[in-house]
């Protein structure tokens, strides 16, 4: 006997994705104030890919799809080596600054707030990082690191 599918039925997805930061943001129009929200999302295979998403969306949920097929279409893969960078790395993106360094074997994933949630998502296990700006936006955080990650080479 053939098997049937529901029509709601969906493959696993192979990336995991950890909201970074909702927003609800007020826009004031001549008959009121129109609200919407602004999700920052992040994906990855926790094999080397890893992408950032950023979208609006009348409602949290709409908001949180939209910047997740956002963050999936922004992917790209990361050089890790012995679940470590392969050297250190500075980047800046607007007034945040982000150093990544590597690490050695077990001492873990030393990191605090976006920068330690990428880091996640694309897989590496040991390294050190610093949010070395007073920023505590977490987009533009985001968005350092993601430029860092870049950065490497082999």
């Given at each position: ?20 930061d ?13 609200m919407?929200?602004?999700?920052v999302?992040?994906?990855?295979d926790k094999?080397?890919?890893v992408?950032?998403g ?22 790209f893969?990361v ?41 996640e ?7 050190s990082?610093?949010i070395?700006?007073?920023?505590k ?9 993601i430029?860092?990650?870049?950065k490497?080479?082999?």
């Open positions: 006997m053939a098997r049937r599918f529901t029509r709601d039925f969906k493959p696993k997805d192979e990336f995991d994705s950890k909201l970074l909702l927003a609800r943001v007020t826009r004031v129009t001549g008959g009121g104030k129109r919407t929200f602004r999700a999302v992040a994906v990855g094999k080397g890919r992408g950032l950023v979208d609006k969306g009348r409602d949290v949920a709409q908001a949180v799809e939209k910047a997740t097929r956002s963050a999936k279409k922004n992917l893969t050089v890790i080596k012995e679940n470590t960078i392969p050297h250190e790395v500075f980047a800046k993106m607007g007034p945040a600054r982000v150093m990544l360094k590597p690490q050695s074997k077990g001492r873990g994933l030393v990191a605090g707030g976006a920068v330690r949630t990428i880091c998502l694309a897989g590496i296990k040991d390294v990082a610093k070395l700006s007073r920023s936006n977490k987009l533009n955080n985001a968005r350092a690191t430029a860092a990650l870049s490497l080479k082999i």
